[in-house]
T-cell receptor
Framework: DTGVSQDPRHKITKRGQNVTFRCDPISEHNRLYWYRQTLGQGPEFLTYFQNEAQLEKSRLLSDRFSAERPKGSFSTLEIQRTEQGDSAMYLC????????????FGPGTRLTVT | RKEVEQDPGPFNVPEGATVAFNCTYSNSASQSFFWYRQDCRKEPKLLMSVYSSGNEDGRFTAQLNRASQYISLLIRDSKLSDSATYLCVLSMDTGRRALTFGSGTRLQVQP
């Protein structure tokens, strides 16, 4: 399967714990995005990488959130001191270095904070 | 005011019906427009891009009215497999090209 992959698919954690999610984009896609989706809402943009550079972060991304893409390939999203309000689906998408705006989404990581 | 507004539905229609979804957006600087489809508990997938001249892909027709800041999607001859949430999406013509999503309109096609 050469699509975007995400790991884990589901994560249940207790409030206050740290969690880390991984995204593997489509090979050679240089743009990578993280979105968050809560029930009944569309995905909301969190952050964007072009190669290894994190070029933009949404105001939704509090100081407890950090994302990296160290070698311009896979990316990680870490949430420290999780809160119940962090419960959501975290979606990763990638896009090639062309004029296209099309983004290819991974299956998402569903986080439940208890 | 939300950047992208959609009627959440649900739209319950019989097989074979024609159904139309509308969407309005608030930022006139928006440059690119799309409809994405999202099945329950799955990731969004691009259904089609939307152009000012209107475009058609099989049973699906999309239309953009920049003056009214309005986008539409028409589905003809609805199939059971069309049941999903349809997300209205836009992007600014900036380097990052991040997508801004509406909350989606749920469609349920019934036999």
């Amino acid at each position: 399967d050469t699509g975007v992959s995400q790991d884990p698919r589901h994560k249940i954690t207790k409030r206050g714990q740290n969690v880390t999610f991984r995204c593997d984009p489509i090979s050679e896609h240089n743009r990578l995005y993280w979105y968050r989706q809560t029930l009944g809402q569309g995905p909301e943009f969190l952050t964007y990488f072009q190669n290894e550079a994190q070029l933009e972060k949404s105001r939704l991304l509090s100081d407890r959130f950090s994302a990296e893409r160290p070698k311009g390939s896979f990316s990680t999203l870490e949430i420290q001191r999780t809160e119940q309000g962090d419960s959501a689906m975290y979606l990763c998408a990638s896009s090639p270095k062309t004029e296209t705006y099309e983004q290819y989404f991974g299956p998402g990581t569903r986080l439940t904070v208890t | 005011r939300k950047e992208v507004e959609q009627d959440p539905g649900p739209f319950n229609v019989p097989e074979g019906a024609t159904v139309a979804f509308n969407c309005t957006y608030s930022n006139s600087a928006s440059q690119s427009f799309f409809w994405y489809r999202q099945d329950c508990r799955k990731e969004p997938k691009l259904l089609m891009s939307v152009y000012s001249s209107g475009n058609e892909d099989g049973r699906f027709t999309a239309q953009l009215n920049r003056a009214s800041q309005y986008i539409s999607l028409l589905i003809r001859d609805s199939k059971l497999s069309d049941s999903a949430t349809y997300l209205c999406v836009l992007s600014m013509d900036t380097g990052r090209r991040a997508l801004t999503f509406g909350s989606g309109t749920r469609l349920q096609v019934q036999p």
